[in-house]
């Protein structure tokens, strides 16, 4: 089980925090064999700027089975949210944490427990290198065209009505190429040199557009795109609507 903080905060005294602002706690989802201190660190990152932090404990570093690994993340979904008795969480999923998030999303019913979804460097559409980890279950599933992908990105609910955010690198190419970093049903985001793949857990930058994001503060920025505003209409409409 993941281990849970909870910490009496004075957001008041927080000059980038409304005091007014109803702020959902946070559940984050590590990538494929990443170590700890990745979430160690984000999970502080973003405990400092006044959010609640929790982090989906999965088995195997991550390379396991993905619709196990979702049901572990709706179990501590779950927890979490009866632990801050809260109605909804935010769900903050890096590289293959993404996928596992999206699964749960629009396979689990998890739409109807999570306010605003964040994917950082996820390869939505896949990635070839995963031919070197086809030992791991997950690392066939991220497989370009790989059964459970195309389930995702071809099932017409796509993200229900929660809003999500893709960050990507392009600085990323060896690991997850833009094309597959972008999501259609939602918004995106680039970061630029020398933030890789696993530097987006400790950008600043990419940690400041999580909180924006979250806030809902975001969209009213220059530079905030959806994907069917950057493409010709009628390549992968956005579902996702309001929060």
């Given at each position: 089980?993941?281990?849970?903080?909870?910490?009496?905060?004075?957001?008041?005294?927080?000059?980038?925090?409304?005091?007014?602002?109803?702020?959902?706690?946070?559940?984050y989802v590590p990538g494929y064999g990443a170590p700890p201190l990745?979430?160690?660190?984000?999970?502080s990152k973003l405990e400092a700027r006044g959010f609640d932090v929790?982090?989906?404990?999965?088995?195997?570093?991550?390379?396991?089975?993905?619709?196990?690994?979702?049901?572990?993340?709706?179990?501590?979904?779950?927890?979490?949210?009866?632990?801050?008795?809260?109605?909804?969480?935010?769900?903050?999923?890096?590289?293959?944490?993404?996928?596992?998030?999206?699964?749960?999303?629009?396979?689990?019913?998890?739409?109807?427990?999570?306010?605003?979804?964040?994917?950082?460097?996820?390869?939505?559409?896949?990635?070839?290198?995963?031919?070197?980890?086809?030992?791991?279950?997950?690392?066939?599933?991220?497989?370009?065209?790989?059964?459970?992908?195309?389930?995702?990105?071809?099932?017409?609910?796509?993200?229900?009505?929660?809003?999500?955010?893709?960050?990507?690198?392009?600085?990323?190419?060896?690991?997850?190429?833009?094309?597959?970093?972008?999501?259609?049903?939602?918004?995106?985001?680039?970061?630029?040199?020398?933030v890789g793949h696993w530097g987006m857990v400790f950008s600043n930058?990419?940690?400041?557009?999580?909180?924006?994001?979250?806030?809902?503060?975001?969209?009213?920025?220059?530079?905030?795109?959806?994907?069917?505003?950057?493409?010709?209409?009628?390549?992968?409409?956005?579902?996702?609507?309001?929060?």
């Open positions: 089980m993941a281990s849970h903080k909870r910490e009496s905060r004075n957001r008041s005294k927080d000059p980038v925090v409304d005091s007014e602002l109803k702020r959902y706690p946070i559940v990745h979430g160690k660190y984000f999970r929790c982090e989906a404990d999965l088995p195997y570093l991550q390379t396991g089975d993905i619709p196990r690994s979702a049901r572990i993340l709706a179990a501590e979904v779950e927890r979490t949210r009866r632990y801050f008795e809260a109605e909804k969480v935010n769900l903050v999923g890096h590289s293959l944490g993404g996928i596992i998030s999206r699964y749960y999303l629009q396979k689990q019913g998890g739409w109807r427990y999570v306010h605003r979804a964040v994917y950082l460097g996820t390869p939505h559409h896949g990635v070839y290198w995963a031919v070197f980890v086809m030992g791991t279950k997950a690392g066939r599933q991220l497989m370009p065209n790989s059964r459970l992908l195309k389930e995702l990105n071809n099932d017409p609910s796509r993200c229900r009505n929660i809003k999500c955010l893709s960050i990507i690198s392009n600085f990323d190419e060896m690991i997850v190429p833009r094309e597959s970093g972008v999501l259609e049903c939602g918004y995106n985001k680039t970061v630029n040199w020398p930058k990419a940690i400041d557009w999580i909180i924006d994001f979250l806030d809902g503060v975001l969209e009213s920025q220059q530079g905030f795109a959806k994907v069917y505003e950057e493409r010709r209409m009628g390549e992968g409409p956005c579902t996702a609507s309001s929060s």
